[in-house]
């Protein structure tokens, strides 16, 4: 078996022969790891290279225009990214693209990844010296979808690549006929136009506006997936706990500083050790976030006993992280969330976010601002909103039966302000 040092030194040989870097110096390397919506935890190495002639700079965070950031992912032994700092590159025979750029371009990227296009990768956006590609199965999106971007200059030199994501859709698909129609979905659509509070800034006052919630139904009939898919979502646990307490406690609550970044040891990497973060939250574990819970709202929110429900737990960074919404959702909507980090081995609350006081923080919004009068009814706002409605097909990753399932995603672009009744789109809201 190979030492780690020549594991280590064999991937920065390859990179330095594959990208052209003989005027360039490894200035640093170090490993970083995060774990996917699969629960897989995915090591890398990531490598700055500093050209030759550029004298050390004084600010060691500081990358000279032409360094190369390449990054290899250790799971694949694929190049996740390439970076040319400032698209700028000192490069001798390293990837340089022949026209037509499409053609050869989709011919590297077949090379690096083992995809084929067409089948797993298809075009999104094509720019002058820019491409674009994204998972899709017979032109039916996929989300969470793989990415992939390339960019090179006026020589056909690559200037950046980068891949996102695992392009697995296509084997863990199942397969079925669509047959979604917005007349069978109406009652589920009146139910997901709500009303949302939305900060004004020109007016200085929170505007109503009802908006449909967008959300996936699944195409067998069998229920719906939340739009947002990623591993927040799927590795979640649901509490639904509402958070009560009967006295205040006298200490104030006090912020910590929180230390997200990891030293990963070349050992951990090349065994591919599972992160913390892959690991589920027990019963034991739950019951103590929901007492540090309870003890950061009695401390910071002392008189919002039963205003809040501790919504969901996940693991991130290191900590374990807990989702706060308002019972009942009432007030400003999507303004009124809170995010508390709780630490994974003391089971203390060590910091927060309130969406509201960022807000008022950063002066956007105003504690003093009115909220709009609600002139119209959620059923009137319904009725503007129903020929607007729109609903796509799309393969959307179901945690539950660990497979892509074909879905329509229901959407609507427009708004109704709730004072005036006048359709707006949100866009411009």
Same mark, same amino acid.
């Given at each position: 078996?190979?030492?780690?040092?020549? @594991?280590?030194?064999?991937?920065?040989?390859?990179?330095?022969?594959?990208f052209?870097?003989?005027?360039?110096?490894?200035?640093?390397h170090?490993?970083?790891?995060?774990?996917?919506?699969?629960?897989?935890?995915?090591?890398?190495?990531?490598?700055?290279?500093?050209?030759?002639?550029?004298?050390?700079?004084?600010?060691?965070?500081? @990358?000279?225009d032409?360094?190369?950031?390449i990054?290899? @992912?250790?799971?694949?032994?694929?190049?996740?990214?390439?970076?040319?700092?400032?698209?700028?590159t000192?490069a001798?025979?390293g990837?340089t693209?022949?026209?037509?750029y499409?053609?050869?371009?989709?011919?590297?990227?077949?090379?690096?990844?083992?995809?084929?296009?067409?089948?797993h990768f298809?075009m999104?956006q094509? &720019?002058?010296?820019e491409?674009?590609?994204?998972e899709a =199965?017979e032109?039916v999106?996929?989300?969470?979808? !793989?990415?992939?971007e390339?960019?090179?200059?006026?020589?056909?030199?690559?200037?950046?690549?980068?891949?996102?994501?695992?392009?697995?859709?296509?084997?863990?698909? #199942?397969a079925?006929?669509?047959?979604?129609?917005?007349?069978?979905?109406?009652n589920?659509?009146?139910?997901?136009?709500q009303?949302?509070?939305?900060?004004?800034?020109e007016?200085?006052?929170?505007?109503?506006?009802?908006a449909?919630e967008?959300?996936?139904v699944?195409n067998?009939g069998?229920?719906?997936?939340?739009f947002?898919? !990623?591993?927040?979502?799927?590795?979640c646990?649901h509490?639904?706990?509402?958070?009560?307490w009967?006295?205040?406690? @006298?200490?104030?609550?006090? #912020?910590?500083?929180?230390?997200?970044q990891?030293?990963?040891?070349?050992?951990?990497a090349?065994?591919?050790?599972?992160s913390p973060?892959?690991?589920?939250?027990? #019963? *034991? &574990?739950q019951?103590?976030c929901i007492?540090?819970?309870?003890?950061?709202?009695?401390?910071?929110?002392p *008189?919002d006993t039963?205003?809040?429900?501790?919504?969901?737990?996940?693991?991130?960074?290191?900590?374990?992280?807990a989702?706060?919404?308002?019972?009942?959702?009432?007030?400003? !909507?999507?303004?009124d969330?809170? *995010?508390?980090?709780?630490?994974?081995?003391?089971?203390?609350?060590?910091?927060?976010?309130?969406?509201?006081e960022?807000?008022?923080?950063?002066?956007?919004?105003s504690?003093s601002q009115?909220?709009? #009068? =609600?002139s119209?009814?959620?059923?009137e706002?319904f009725?503007k909103?129903r020929?607007?409605?729109?609903?796509?097909?799309?393969?959307?990753?179901?945690?539950?039966?660990?497979?892509?399932?074909?879905?329509?995603?229901?959407?609507?672009?427009? !708004?109704? $302000?709730?004072?005036?009744?006048?359709?707006v789109?949100?866009? $411009?809201i």
């Open positions: 078996m190979k030492s780690l040092n020549a @594991n280590i030194q064999q991937l920065i040989d390859q990179a330095k022969a594959k052209g870097l003989e005027f360039y110096y490894l200035k640093r170090s490993f970083h790891r995060y774990v996917n919506m699969f629960n897989e935890t995915i090591y890398t190495l990531n490598m700055e290279w500093f050209p030759s002639h550029e004298a050390e700079s004084e600010d060691d965070d500081l @990358n000279p032409g360094t190369a950031v990054e290899v @992912n250790l799971n694949t032994g694929q190049i996740e990214s390439v970076i040319f700092v400032m698209d700028k000192y001798q025979h990837v693209f022949k026209r037509p499409p053609a050869h371009i989709i011919q590297w990227i077949e090379q690096e990844t083992g995809l084929i296009y067409g089948e298809h999104h094509e &720019e002058k010296g491409l674009s590609f994204e =199965i032109g999106q996929v989300t969470p979808s !793989g990415s992939i390339v960019k090179w200059n006026e020589h056909g030199q690559l200037m950046y690549f980068t891949q996102h994501g695992q392009f697995l859709a296509k084997t863990l698909l #199942k079925e006929e669509y047959t979604l129609s917005l007349d069978k979905l109406e589920l659509a009146k139910q997901q136009v009303l949302f509070q939305w900060p004004s800034f007016h200085n006052r929170i505007r109503s506006i009802y449909l967008e959300i996936y699944k067998d069998t229920g719906t997936l939340p947002e898919i !990623g591993r927040e979502e799927t590795h646990i509490m639904n706990e509402v958070m009560e009967n006295e205040s406690i @006298n200490n104030a609550f006090e #912020k910590k500083e929180m230390d997200i990891e030293n990963i040891s070349a050992e951990q090349f065994s591919l050790e599972p973060d892959s690991f589920p939250i027990s #019963k *034991k &574990e019951a103590e007492k540090a819970v309870r003890t950061f709202l009695a401390q910071q929110y *008189k039963g205003k809040w429900v501790l919504k969901t737990l996940y693991r991130e960074h290191g900590y374990i992280d989702i706060l919404k308002t019972n009942g959702q009432e007030g400003s !909507g999507f303004m969330k809170i *995010k508390v980090f709780i630490d994974a081995s003391s089971f203390e609350a060590v910091n927060y976010i309130d969406k509201k960022m807000f008022q923080v950063c002066g956007i919004l504690p009115a909220t709009s #009068k =609600i119209v009814s959620q059923t706002a009725e909103l020929e607007r409605l729109e609903l796509t097909p799309i393969y959307v990753y179901d945690e539950v039966q660990k497979q892509y399932v074909l879905c329509g995603k229901l959407d609507c672009h427009d !708004g109704v $302000d709730a004072e005036s009744g006048e359709v789109p949100l866009q $411009d």
